[in-house]
T-cell receptor, first 114, second 114 residues
C-alpha cells in the first residue's frame, strides 16, 4: 500500500536557481493538490488538478511557480528564480472525486533558499 | 486574511484526561470542517470531519463539535494518550468550490504527559 510520495525530501538551493519537486499520488486518486507550509503556520492551498486539468490556482502562486500533471498521474511543481521567501515545506496531497474533503498528504519537500 | 483561527498554539494535558482544541472561522460559506493531525517529519493525516448540517460527530476517542452561530468548532480527545502528542490543524472548505481546497488554521501543538 503506497501513499503519496514526494521527491526530493529536502532541497537546498541558492537564490535565483530553479527547483522542481515531484509528487506521485495514490494511484487511483484523480485529484492532486499542492500546498505550502511555512514555520508556525498551517498549510496554504496553492493549486489543484483533476486528472490532467489544472482547475484552480491560488493568488499565492506567482508567475515564477508552475505546476503540471501531464498524464493525470504524477505532478511537478517548478519554482523559477527562487527567492528566500520561497523557503517552505511544499506538500502534495491527493483524493478521489466525490470524497468529502479527506486529503492524503505526502511527507513534503522542504525547500531552503540561501 | 486568516479565515480559520486556532488561537492556542500549544496545549499540555495529562494522560487519561480530556484534551479540548478550539477553532474559530470567519467565512460563513464554509460548510465542511476537518481536523488533521501531524507528527514531525510526516504529512498531515486526516482525523475527523463534520458537515455543517450536523453539530456533533464522534469517532472513538475523538469528537468534533460545531457551533455554526458562533462560527466555532472544537475537538475533544478522551482519554488523551501519549501517542496523541502532535500538532492538530483545523481546516474548513466550501464544498461547492472543491472539497480539497482547504483553509487551515495555524495548528495547536498538543503534548500529553504521563
Amino acid at each position: 500500500d503506497t501513499g503519496v510520495s514526494q521527491n526530493p525530501r529536502h532541497k537546498i538551493t541558492k537564490r535565483g536557481q530553479n527547483v522542481t519537486f515531484r509528487c506521485d499520488p495514490i494511484s487511483e486518486h484523480n485529484r492532486l493538490y499542492w500546498y505550502r507550509q511555512t514555520l508556525g503556520q498551517g498549510p496554504e492551498f496553492l493549486t489543484y488538478f483533476q486528472n490532467e486539468a489544472q482547475l484552480e490556482k491560488s493568488r499565492l502562486l506567482s508567475d515564477r511557480f508552475s505546476a503540471e500533471r501531464p498524464k493525470g498521474s504524477f505532478s511537478t511543481l517548478e519554482i523559477q528564480r527562487t527567492e528566500q521567501g520561497d523557503s517552505a515545506m511544499y506538500l502534495c496531497a491527493s483524493s478521489l472525486i466525490g470524497s468529502t474533503g479527506e486529503l492524503f498528504f505526502g511527507e513534503g519537500s522542504r525547500l531552503t533558499v540561501l | 486574511d486568516q479565515q480559520v483561527k486556532q488561537n492556542s498554539p500549544s496545549l499540555s494535558v495529562q494522560e487519561g484526561r480530556i484534551s479540548i482544541l478550539n477553532c474559530d472561522y470567519t467565512n460563513s460559506m464554509f460548510d465542511y470542517f476537518l481536523w488533521y493531525k501531524k507528527y514531525p517529519a510526516e504529512g498531515p493525516t486526516f482525523l475527523i470531519s463534520i458537515s455543517s448540517i450536523k453539530d456533533k460527530n464522534e469517532d472513538g476517542r475523538f469528537t468534533v463539535f460545531l457551533n455554526k452561530s458562533a462560527k466555532h468548532l472544537s475537538l475533544h480527545i478522551v482519554p488523551s494518550q501519549p501517542g496523541d502528542s502532535a500538532v492538530y490543524f483545523c481546516a474548513a472548505s466550501v464544498s461547492a468550490d472543491s472539497w480539497g481546497k482547504l483553509q487551515f488554521g495555524a495548528g495547536t501543538q498538543v503534548v500529553v504527559t504521563p
